[in-house]
């Protein structure tokens, strides 16, 4: 099992930055397999959740159209932290923002976590 902590998110002016951040804790049994895609989603009220960001354990990263450019993913390997630096913030940026992690476990099976969520606000 893999507990995902997010923190970060809150309330910004349009035209403002956030940043959020999301740890990886595994417990005893996971330790031996490792994590490989770490990625933010979002999900505004009455739409499907959509990813945002995705970055790989080598940095190969993905975005979506509507963040390309303003936002940024990174990643500590060693730490099982996924950063999201969102810059030049849109009132449509507006959303409950979930971090994601693949555990990578035996013949390649891939497994994935979910955080609880952190509410992103952008309004003046």
């Known amino acids: 099992q893999v507990q995902l902590v997010e923190s970060g998110g809150g309330l910004a002016q349009p035209g403002g930055s956030l940043r959020l951040s999301c740890t990886a804790s595994?417990?005893?049994?996971?330790?031996?397999?490792?994590?490989?895609?770490m990625a933010w989603y979002r999900q505004a009220p009455g739409n499907q959740r959509e990813l945002v960001a995705e970055i790989h354990t080598g940095g190969v990263t993905n975005y979506a159209d509507s963040v390309n450019g303003r936002f940024t993913i990174s990643r500590d390997n060693g730490k099982n932290t996924v950063f999201l630096q969102m810059n030049r913030l849109k009132p449509e940026d507006t959303a409950v923002y979930y971090c994601k992690a693949v555990m990578i476990l035996p013949g390649q099976l891939q497994l994935p976590f979910w955080g609880q969520g952190t509410q992103v606000t952008v309004s003046s």
């Open positions: 595994k417990n005893r049994d996971s330790r031996r397999f490792s994590i490989d895609t």
